[in-house]
């Protein structure tokens, strides 16, 4: 961190604490845009750095852990709480569908327990190895709308490639793990 840059997170930092006692929200930019020039690039930094990602799901977003056994996959839901202590967490057995919310962001978390398998659906899910002793990680938008996409689960490049569907459902009330196993 340069030595301009320090200044520049303190005010940063400032900015996004102390406004929230005020009654009227300053952004960053708003609040940087009266400085030095050299201050004014090192401030909007600075708040980028303290910013929360765009990319990260929300509290109460679901994360589903894909787990890839001898060819077949398992699910696991697992609806994130602000207090780990209160996670929801539920163990699909092995099958051949991931059901999600529609119209929502989801967490996909991708492993293997044998060997290196590659999962893709196109359209929602970028082609992602599965690699025993490694997570690896993608971010989705579901469709708005209910309904059903296939994704292809391959044990290697020449494998066997097994089915599996993607559906995406739509209710009046909370995404539910254990009827989400039910199908």
Request: with cysteine; charged share 20%; net charge negative.
């Amino acid at each position: 961190m340069t030595t301009a840059l320090r200044p520049a997170l303190g005010l940063a930092l400032t900015t996004l604490i102390g406004p929230a006692l005020a009654e009227e929200v300053m952004t960053p930019q708003e609040f940087c845009a009266e400085l030095f020039a050299s201050a004014k690039a090192d401030c909007l930094a600075a708040a980028e750095l303290l910013t929360a990602p765009s990319g990260m799901p929300p509290i109460g977003a679901l994360s589903v852990f894909v787990r890839a056994d001898d060819g077949a996959l398992s699910v696991e839901y697992r609806l994130d709480r602000e207090y780990p202590a209160e996670d929801v967490s539920v163990e699909c057995g092995p099958g051949d569908a991931i059901v999600l919310p529609a119209g929502a962001a989801v967490r996909l978390l991708f492993t293997s327990v044998d060997a290196i398998y590659t999962f893709e659906a196109p359209n929602y899910v970028e082609p992602i190895d599965l690699v025993p002793g490694r997570v690896n990680e993608r971010l989705i938008e579901t469709p708005a709308e209910a309904g059903e996409a296939n994704g292809m689960l391959r044990a290697d490049r020449d494998g066997a490639k097994t089915t599996v569907e993607l559906r995406f459902i739509t209710s009046t009330e909370a995404f539910d793990p254990q009827t989400a196993c039910d199908g």
